[in-house]
């Protein structure tokens, strides 16, 4: 039969516009037509016996399947009944494009709207607005699947993540312009009563963008073991007020993964980006278990639990050598702006957050984080594992909880950058920086905080499992310009086997505001150990002052006898300090097995350190003051200390400078006297008490006359 090209056209009663049909043969799939196809809108059926397909192949009006602009309450299923009818056209047909005209409509939520694979669902940003029924609000935990969803929209063709493996997932949903509104009283919804916006679960593919989701009972939008997800210019604000004892999320944004690690179960390539999420009850985004995703340039104002979450819900111990294949997460959160202040007055808990499993990744950069109470300011940990770089955020009035930390990192690979704190709280003992857990390269620099903390630096390994894990440890060029206690601490409670420790560059002015006795500049504090040791220490070029009475700039406290192989401290200003026992960096020295240029050039407070070649004959001289050789080959030690106060005092040679005779005795009784060759060498004898110098074959004192 010859096909009839003769287009058809007619008014449809319901939208009143015009519409064109073409004459077809052929179904969508290349099946032959007939009656049982002709489904009324997309395909239809003439007087004269011919089929005929809509030739317009844009968007088709809602309103065509009966969706009515209307607030009567009695209207409600049947626009719920006529979007379920489009969508399962939809499924039928293997995808449409739908469109909301602009318009408020009542609906019915006592069944969701199922939304199947490719298909675009597409209104009018800001204007076409959907209503909730609050009465129609079911017990979601009572019916079987998808009921149990308890969603507005629900993208899924069946549901459940095993679909995964059978090849049955969803493909390709788009949302885009879809208000969603929901007036009722908050709090007043019983127990298992669930209603969240849009929700789209196991699907390859998903565009949710410039829909307003408002007041929800629960989270606004959900996107759970999703592939390839796009989540931009949404708005989600007032959700999860529903019942605060209901465990179904009550999030703005919520994009959890899986923790069945399969490559075709955990989800990846996210973008959430450009999105207000405000004032909800829990985070305002949440995201989890997830490989490759994208946070950026949202805004999330006066949530009730975190600005941007990382979930924790799913742990696991499996790794990239227990999988053979790499395991999540991996996120880059980058420009968000987050303020903890609740409609209220009162603060949300916490600012950004990444955890759950092991071996991930985070980049968290360029954020700011104001004004939130009770948890961490940036918080990254993961169970083994895990690479963290924290750079260029701000945060500003971050009050952290018992046991909690302003920016706080528990992974393998750490590195915290150019981070500015301010204003911070002081409710509980916090450290600016915390580093813990598995961390085993350590990397602090360029950070500053106006002060209010207990250390601006912590860095604390103390978990069982993780011993001898920490490999290097460089700390430079940071400042803080108050804090209650210390600079900078290491404290740990387990075994380490640390190869190297850099301090450098360091600012930390006004110091121990406590005058606690125990508080010093620097820290290390260790449970005495003969199993815990470090390679080399460095610490120079760093400036401290101090608000209270402290004693000695450097503590090592805990260390067993020659546990440090090497040391340097040097070059520092250690001025504010009180020194009961003379002016040195540490009261306690004895960890250090080689004590290479210890306190060279550092200044005490109105210490002298000068360059001579002799020690001083004239002039009133302190204790502690200190001369250096200008040609250092020229002595066999380091230099001349002042051991007693006068005019011009008395002085005794320290230190060693690796010449032959270095590290032998450079003082002590005539009995004590060392074996050397190095001419020149210089000793001073106590009983004599004056120094005396090795001739080659003997002793003499400084008029040239030989000594015994």
């Given at each position: 039969?010859a096909?009839?090209?003769?287009t058809?056209?007619?008014i449809?009663?319901?939208?009143?516009?015009?519409?064109?049909?073409i004459?077809t043969?052929k179904w969508?799939?290349g099946?032959?037509m007939?009656d049982?196809?002709a489904d009324?809108?997309?395909?239809?059926?003439?007087?004269n016996?011919?089929?005929?397909?809509?030739?317009?192949?844009g968007?088709i009006?809602l309103?065509?399947?009966?969706?009515v602009?209307?607030m009567?309450v009695s209207?409600?299923i049947?626009?719920?009944?006529a979007?379920s009818?489009a969508?399962?056209l939809?499924?039928?047909?293997?995808?449409?494009t739908l469109?909301?005209?602009?318009?408020n409509y009542?609906?019915d939520v006592?069944?969701?709207i199922?939304?199947?694979?490719n298909?675009?669902?597409?209104?009018e940003s800001?204007l076409s607005?959907?209503?909730?029924?609050?009465t129609t609000?079911?017990?979601?935990t009572?019916r079987?699947?998808?009921?149990?969803?308890?969603?507005v929209?629900f993208?899924s063709d069946d549901?459940n993540?095993?679909?995964?493996?059978?090849?049955?997932?969803?493909?390709?949903?788009?949302?885009k312009?879809?208000s969603?509104n929901c007036?009722?009283?908050?709090?007043?919804?019983?127990t298992?009563?669930?209603l969240?916006?849009?929700?789209?679960k196991?699907?390859?593919?998903?565009?949710?963008q410039?829909?307003?989701i408002t007041?929800?009972p629960?989270?606004?939008?959900s996107?759970?073991?999703c592939?390839?997800?796009e989540?931009?210019?949404?708005?989600c604000?007032?959700?999860?007020f529903?019942?605060?004892?209901?465990p179904?999320g009550?999030n703005g944004?919520?994009?959890?993964?899986?923790?069945?690690?399969?490559d075709?179960d955990?989800?990846?390539?996210t973008i959430?980006?450009n999105n207000i999420c405000?004032?909800?009850?829990e985070?305002?985004i949440q995201?989890g278990?997830?490989r490759g995703?994208?946070?950026?340039?949202?805004?999330?104002l006066g949530?009730g639990?975190?600005g941007?979450?990382?979930d924790?819900a799913y742990?696991?111990t499996?790794?990239?050598v227990?999988e053979?294949?790499?395991?999540?997460s991996?996120v880059?959160?980058?420009?968000n702006?987050?303020?903890g202040?609740?409609?209220?007055g009162?603060f949300?808990q916490g600012?950004?957050?990444?955890?759950?499993g092991?071996?991930?990744i985070?980049?968290?950069?360029?954020?700011m984080?104001?004004r939130?109470?009770?948890?961490?300011?940036?918080s990254a940990?993961?169970n083994s594992?895990g690479?963290?770089?924290?750079e260029g955020?701000?945060?500003d009035?971050?009050?952290p909880?018992a046991n909690?930390?302003i920016?706080?990192?528990?992974?393998e690979d750490?590195t915290?950058v150019?981070n500015?704190?301010?204003n911070?709280g002081s409710?509980?003992?916090h450290?600016?920086?915390?580093?813990?857990?598995q961390?085993?390269?350590i990397?602090?620099?360029?950070?500053?905080?106006?002060?209010?903390?207990?250390?601006?630096?912590?860095?604390?390994p103390?978990?069982?499992?993780f011993?001898?894990?920490i490999?290097?440890?460089?700390?430079?060029?940071?400042?803080?310009k108050?804090?209650t206690?210390?600079?900078?601490?290491?404290?740990?409670?387990i075994?380490?086997a640390?190869?190297?420790?850099?301090i450098?560059?360091n600012?930390?002015?006004?110091l121990?505001?406590s005058?606690?006795t125990?508080?010093?500049?620097i820290?290390f504090?260790?449970t005495?150990s003969?199993?815990?040791t470090?390679?080399?220490?460095e610490?120079?070029?760093?400036t401290t002052t101090?608000?209270?009475a402290?004693?000695?700039?450097?503590?090592?406290?805990g260390?067993?006898?020659g546990s440090i192989?090497?040391?340097?401290?040097?070059?520092?200003?250690?001025?504010?300090?009180t020194?009961?026992?003379g002016?040195?960096s540490?009261p306690?020295?004895?960890?250090?097995?080689?004590l290479?240029?210890?306190d060279?050039?550092?200044?005490?407070?109105?210490?002298?350190?000068l360059?001579?070649?002799?020690?001083?004959?004239?002039g009133?001289w302190?204790?502690g003051?200190?001369?250096?050789?200008s040609?250092?080959?020229n002595?066999?030690f380091?230099?001349w200390?002042?051991?007693?106060?006068?005019t011009p005092?008395?002085?005794?040679?320290?230190?060693?400078?690796?010449?032959?005779d270095?590290g032998?005795?450079?003082?002590g009784?005539?009995?004590?006297?060392?074996t050397?060759t190095?001419t020149?060498?210089?000793?001073?004898d106590t009983?004599?008490?004056?120094?005396?110098?090795?001739?080659?074959?003997?002793?003499?004192?400084?008029t040239?006359t030989e000594v015994?």
């Amino acid at each position: 039969m010859a096909e009839d090209i003769t287009t058809v056209q007619f008014i449809d009663s319901k939208t009143g516009k015009l519409y064109s049909y073409i004459p077809t043969i052929k179904w969508y799939n290349g099946a032959d037509m007939d009656d049982t196809k002709a489904d009324g809108i997309v395909y239809i059926k003439k007087p004269n016996g011919l089929y005929y397909k809509l030739a317009d192949n844009g968007p088709i009006d809602l309103q065509r399947f009966g969706l009515v602009s209307t607030m009567d309450v009695s209207n409600g299923i049947s626009n719920r009944e006529a979007l379920s009818k489009a969508m399962t056209l939809s499924k039928t047909l293997g995808g449409l494009t739908l469109y909301v005209p602009a318009g408020n409509y009542i609906l019915d939520v006592s069944i969701p709207i199922d939304v199947p694979s490719n298909t675009n669902l597409i209104g009018e940003s800001g204007l076409s607005v959907f209503h909730i029924d609050p009465t129609t609000i079911v017990d979601s935990t009572l019916r079987a699947w998808p009921l149990t969803t308890g969603a507005v929209f629900f993208g899924s063709d069946d549901g459940n993540q095993p679909q995964w493996v059978d090849g049955n997932a969803t493909n390709n949903i788009c949302i885009k312009g879809i208000s969603i509104n929901c007036d009722y009283e908050r709090e007043s919804l019983a127990t298992g009563f669930i209603l969240k916006g849009i929700v789209v679960k196991c699907c390859n593919g998903v565009k949710i963008q410039h829909c307003t989701i408002t007041n929800l009972p629960n989270t606004g939008i959900s996107t759970p073991i999703c592939h390839n997800v796009e989540l931009t210019h949404n708005i989600c604000t007032g959700c999860g007020f529903g019942n605060i004892l209901t465990p179904s999320g009550r999030n703005g944004i919520s994009t959890s993964g899986y923790d069945n690690i399969l490559d075709f179960d955990t989800r990846n390539s996210t973008i959430i980006t450009n999105n207000i999420c405000n004032y909800n009850y829990e985070e305002g985004i949440q995201y989890g278990y997830t490989r490759g995703v994208l946070i950026a340039h949202n805004i999330c104002l006066g949530n009730g639990d975190q600005g941007i979450e990382g979930d924790t819900a799913y742990q696991t111990t499996k790794t990239k050598v227990s999988e053979g294949k790499e395991v999540p997460s991996s996120v880059i959160i980058s420009s968000n702006y987050i303020d903890g202040m609740k409609e209220d007055g009162t603060f949300g808990q916490g600012g950004i957050s990444f955890s759950g499993g092991n071996e991930g990744i985070c980049k968290i950069q360029g954020n700011m984080v104001r004004r939130v109470s009770g948890k961490m300011g940036i918080s990254a940990t993961q169970n083994s594992g895990g690479v963290a770089f924290i750079e260029g955020n701000i945060l500003d009035q971050v009050d952290p909880g018992a046991n909690s930390h302003i920016i706080s990192v528990g992974m393998e690979d750490v590195t915290v950058v150019n981070n500015k704190i301010l204003n911070s709280g002081s409710s509980n003992s916090h450290a600016d920086i915390f580093v813990y857990l598995q961390a085993k390269y350590i990397s602090i620099y360029g950070n500053t905080s106006d002060g209010g903390s207990a250390y601006l630096i912590s860095i604390n390994p103390y978990t069982v499992g993780f011993e001898n894990y920490i490999k290097t440890i460089s700390i430079i060029n940071n400042e803080c310009k108050t804090s209650t206690g210390y600079g900078i601490m290491f404290r740990s409670t387990i075994n380490q086997a640390i190869d190297s420790i850099i301090i450098k560059n360091n600012r930390l002015y006004g110091l121990n505001s406590s005058a606690a006795t125990d508080k010093s500049a620097i820290v290390f504090n260790v449970t005495s150990s003969t199993a815990f040791t470090i390679g080399n220490i460095e610490i120079t070029e760093n400036t401290t002052t101090y608000s209270g009475a402290t004693l000695y700039p450097v503590r090592f406290t805990g260390f067993t006898a020659g546990s440090i192989a090497k040391a340097s401290i040097r070059n520092n200003d250690f001025s504010g300090c009180t020194f009961p026992t003379g002016y040195r960096s540490a009261p306690d020295v004895t960890a250090i097995n080689t004590l290479n240029y210890l306190d060279r050039n550092n200044q005490f407070p109105s210490q002298k350190v000068l360059t001579m070649d002799t020690i001083p004959t004239t002039g009133t001289w302190t204790k502690g003051d200190r001369i250096y050789p200008s040609v250092v080959a020229n002595v066999n030690f380091e230099g001349w200390v002042c051991i007693a106060n006068g005019t011009p005092g008395t002085w005794a040679p320290f230190g060693t400078n690796g010449t032959t005779d270095s590290g032998k005795l450079s003082f002590g009784t005539t009995a004590n006297r060392p074996t050397v060759t190095s001419t020149g060498y210089q000793y001073f004898d106590t009983t004599l008490l004056k120094p005396i110098y090795w001739s080659g074959s003997a002793w003499i004192d400084s008029t040239g006359t030989e000594v015994s």
